[in-house]
């Protein structure tokens, strides 16, 4: 007996699937941004603490530098974090899978490729080919841009800056 949702006639009946949006977080997962947002502030007041050894800065100095600079780096880090684990959400069903999964487990959705389809109207997102809700055929979107090359280098270059601008930071302070 074969079944339902693999006989055409039935899915074209039925329709495309809408592309759904992204549901909430689990706990784990909040507690997951939660760390990486607060990490980097440990990270920074590890790295300034060689200045209140030296006597360069008080500790309140210190631990403030920590809280500005921590905190934006924990802004950016968290918003990392939430951003790669929606990542791996599957559109169709919400079933979230590991980051080398390439096909999902549950309804067999292309995660690698992504496909989405829209109507030339514009009327919503599908992940399916089909029939618009308007009676239009949906046209293959191009694929979603991801971090691109560029992205990646630009992040490379800014972590190099910031290890140079520490580096000329504690460099100044201990000659001068």
């Known amino acids: 007996m074969a079944d339902e ?11 495309p699937r809408s592309w759904r949006g ?3 977080l689990t706990s784990a997962e909040r507690r997951t941004v939660g760390i990486a947002s607060a990490a980097p502030f440990g990270v920074v007041l590890v790295a300034l603490l060689p200045f209140v050894v030296t006597g ?21 880090a968290a918003f990392v974090a939430v951003d790669r684990l929606q990542a791996r959400q599957c559109p169709g069903c919400a079933t979230r899978s590991g ?6 487990p549950t309804c067999g959705y292309d995660l690698a490729a992504r496909p989405r389809f829209q109507c030339d109207q514009r009327h919503g997102l599908y ?12 046209l293959a979107l191009p694929p979603a841009r991801g971090i691109g090359r560029e ?11 910031l290890v140079f601008l520490l580096g000329m930071g504690i ?3 201990a000659v001068g």
């Not at 980051?99 to 999902?104: L, N």
């Open 5 to 15: 949702a693999d006989d055409p006639a039935v899915a074209e009946s039925v329709g």
């Open 22 to 24: 992204r549901d909430a």
């Open 56 to 76: 360069r800065a008080t500790f309140i100095e210190v631990v403030l530098a920590a809280l500005v600079y921590g905190a934006l780096l924990g802004l950016a």
């Open 99 to 104: 980051k080398d999964v390439a096909v999902c």
């Open 127 to 138: 992940i399916d080919p089909g029939l618009c809700t308007c009676g239009r055929r949906l």
């Open 151 to 161: 992205i990646v280098v630009m992040l490379k270059v800014g972590a190099w800056l």
């Open 171 to 173: 460099l100044v302070r």
